[in-house]
Nanobody, 123 residues
Framework: QVQLVESGGGLVQAGGSLRLSCAAS????????MAWFRQAPGKEREFVTR???????YYADFVKGRFTISRNNVKNTVYLQMNSLKPEDTALYYC?????????????????WGQGTQVTVSS
């Protein structure tokens, strides 16, 4: 089972940028579908973006044009570049993985999770 560790969260002003990283270990990283989810206080965990083994990407509408997911199969790391951040992007951001060619946008489709990294965007 792969282990995931997120980093890169922090406090940023609206309009600013952050880059999150998720380092994977204990599995064959290149075989995993990787995704980012987020959870704001009092809300359900929601899908943000995913990247397949082959590098194809999919984004939630609310981050299209602002966030970019990428992966480095040599470094066993997936990244989330977040630009033009808004206060409503404030949440705990989780990295998720599943050893499969395809996976969707539901939390139950992923069987490995990191501990999360906090992103706070001030207005």
């Amino acid at each position: 089972q792969v282990q995931l560790v997120e980093s890169g969260g922090g406090l940023v002003q609206a309009g600013g940028s952050l880059r999150l990283s998720c380092a994977a270990s204990g599995g064959t990283f290149r075989n995993y579908m990787m995704a980012w989810f987020r959870q704001a206080p009092g809300k359900e965990r929601e899908f943000v973006t995913r990247i397949s083994r082959r590098g194809s990407t999919y984004y939630a509408d609310f981050v299209k044009g602002r966030f970019t997911i990428s992966r480095n199969n040599v470094k066993n790391t997936v990244y989330l570049q977040m630009n033009s951040l808004k206060p409503e992007d404030t949440a705990l951001y989780y990295c998720a993985a599943r050893d499969t060619l395809e996976a969707g946008t539901n939390t139950y489709e992923y069987n490995a999770w990191g501990q999360g990294t906090q992103v706070t965007v001030s207005s």
